[in-house]
């Protein structure tokens, strides 16, 4: 090669590197860098119509909402992502990055917010969900160590929702009848046939005799269609499912402040906003099976409802009884319910 083609070679080569160098350029500095889009996956365990879905949707649309487009949410209702058992180590685990559980299907595992399903007389879901986020946040319990927790809420007070007329504490005996946690030992005590099972299994339990009937909320006659199955409900308004949504911990640790601000602020009117749906939702779902399936609503006499309180008395002693040998403050949780419901109900 005689020099002038060399020098060519060596010109080209520079040119080459220093168009690369602004390539690199271009790509990185070029303007001030966009704000980092968030993208996060919610996941949930009942079908899209029913109420933890339903505010899972409001959740979503807010946080979009106030962070200007800057997050967007994905939401995987029905299990699609998550099953009801498996949302909160799923969200440890980073199966998805936001999960909402119903701390009832795992009472062991939850047992500070599981004693809001202790029978101390919480009247509806919106007192419900404001003392279940006081307690949470007074004993920031051990439990959501791993997890950022989001906002927490508690259903109506469960009623019998059943195939056949319920209409004394006789009638319950022997009755299979379904429920979880808190729920299930007030349906033991009042002598049914218990069968224990998360809300996303029933309508099959039902369809196919399995059980008799629920225990539940009763908005569920509406939004899983029970009514065209259970056409007596008794009202007996007894205890709240309380539930959870919880964000998986590095995930939340990841997100800009001005996004965990967002969530925070959101957090405590989230509760207030779904104990409130909850409520008018169970009106209106009660006045459409009377009305288009002629579902037949049983108020029990203050003599009969006497006789079913009565027999839950020893419930709640016997948790402190527990709970205070495992260490637990339990008086104390109870006391504080107690005080938190008197409270909020008189507001
Ligand atoms: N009552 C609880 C929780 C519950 C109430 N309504 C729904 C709807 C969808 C899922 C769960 C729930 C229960 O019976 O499981």
């Keep these: 090669m005689n020099n002038s083609r060399i020098a ?59 962070t200007g487009g800057k997050v967007t949410i994905e939401t995987y209702p029905g299990a699609t992502l998550l099953d009801a058992k498996d949302m909160m180590d799923g969200v440890i685990a980073g199966q998805a990055d936001i999960g909402c559980l119903c701390m009832s299907y795992q009472p062991g595992r939850f047992a500070v917010t599981n004693a809001t399903s202790l029978p101390l007389g919480i009247p509806n879901a919106k007192v419900g969900s404001q003392v279940l986020w006081d307690l949470y946040n007074k004993y920031k319990p051990e439990e959501f160590k ?49 069968v224990g099972m998360p809300m996303s299994d029933t309508p099959d339990a039902l369809q196919k005799g399995a059980v008799q009937g629920l225990f539940s909320s009763v908005e569920v006659l509406k939004d899983f269609k029970f009514a065209e199955l259970c056409k007596f409900v008794t009202l007996t308004d007894t205890v709240i499912y309380p539930f959870a949504v919880v964000m998986n911990k590095a995930k939340w640790d990841s997100l800009p402040s001005d996004v965990q601000k967002v969530m925070e602020d959101l957090a405590a009117e989230q509760c207030v906003w779904t104990g409130q749906y909850m409520d008018s939702h169970c009106a209106e779902a009660l006045d459409w099976s009377k ?48 005080a938190s419901i008197a409270a909020h109900a008189a507001k």
Excluded at 22 to 33: I, L, R, T, V, Y
Excluded at 41 to 53: G, K, R, S, V
Excluded at 292 to 304: D, G, H, K, M
């Design 291 to 338: 009305k288009e399936q002629q579902v037949e609503v049983i108020t029990l006499s203050a003599a009969e409802k006497a006789k079913w309180d009565e027999s839950l008395a020893p419930i709640t002693a016997a948790w402190i009884a527990a709970n205070t040998a495992k260490g637990l403050p339990a008086a104390q949780i109870v006391a504080d319910i107690k």
């Design 8 to 66: 060519v070679v060596i010109a080209l080569a520079l040119l080459v590197l220093l168009a690369s160098g602004c390539d690199k350029k271009s790509g990185s500095q070029a303007g001030p860098s966009p704000a980092k889009a968030v993208k996060l996956t919610y996941a949930n365990f009942p079908p899209a119509p029913t109420f933890p879905c339903v505010q899972m949707e409001r959740w979503k649309q807010e946080v979009e909402k106030r």
């Design 146 to 194: 791993d997890v950022k927790v989001l906002t927490m809420f508690a259903t109506a007070p469960s009623n019998v929702m059943s195939r056949k007329p319920i209409r004394t504490l006789e009638d319950v005996k022997g009755c299979a009848l379904r429920a979880s946690g808190g729920a299930a030992e007030i349906l033991a005590a009042w002598g049914a046939n218990l």
